[in-house]
């Protein structure tokens, strides 16, 4: 059985994107960027909303990352941009059958509804959340509305000299 890992860039307020769906404000520079491109080759599979996948459309990125297996959650995308980004009409069926799967962990990269979705069903088995010296005030939830709270486990964490903290927990079962 695989692992699903909500691997997600967070502000100190809790937001993955600002209110115009906007992520340019976190630090694209600083040692935990390194740590994060290198944590991206321990997955098997990449799975993720459609307005995040949006985001990298948005500057041509078609398939952002060739290596994995890439599902997007979408109920209105007609077609895929690229064969190898396949297209999922619902989160938590997707996520049943990979973690059902052998291999390795799959990325839950965005966004905070599917993620919230997925943590609602008890999907979700860990959460890293690279968390930046940046406030939004407003803007996109790190999880959306949940139905009920979800304990974590701080399994730990590392201050980078960015002042980027990164922070990895285990979600306690329901």
Do not use: Q
């Not at 991206?40 to 949006?54: D, F, H, I, K, N």
């Not at 619902?90 to 997925?118: H, I, N």
């Not at 730990?156 to 960015?162: E, N």
Request: with cysteine; hydrophobic share 45%; glycine share 10%.
């Amino acid at each position: 059985m695989r692992k699903l890992v909500y691997h997600v860039a967070s502000t100190l307020d809790g937001f993955i994107a600002d209110r115009d769906h906007d992520v340019s404000a976190f630090p694209t520079t600083g040692d935990h960027v390194d740590e994060y491109l290198s944590s991206l080759r321990s997955y098997g599979a990449v799975v993720m909303g459609r307005a995040t996948y949006e985001l990298g459309l948005r500057f041509g990125v078609e398939d952002p990352y060739p290596w994995l297996d890439t599902f997007v959650v979408s109920r209105t995308m007609a077609a895929s941009p690229h064969p190898h980004v396949k297209l999922e009409p619902d989160g938590v069926d997707l996520a049943r059958r990979l973690r059902a799967e052998d291999g390795a962990p799959v990325y839950l990269c965005g966004g905070g509804v599917l993620a919230g979705a997925l943590f609602d069903a008890s999907l979700v088995d860990e959460v890293v959340v690279k968390l930046n010296p940046l406030l939004f005030g407003d803007g996109l939830g790190l999880t959306g509305r949940l139905a009920r709270a979800r304990p974590l486990r701080l399994a730990s964490a590392k201050v980078h000299d960015s002042g980027v903290v990164v922070l990895r927990y285990a979600v306690d079962a329901a």
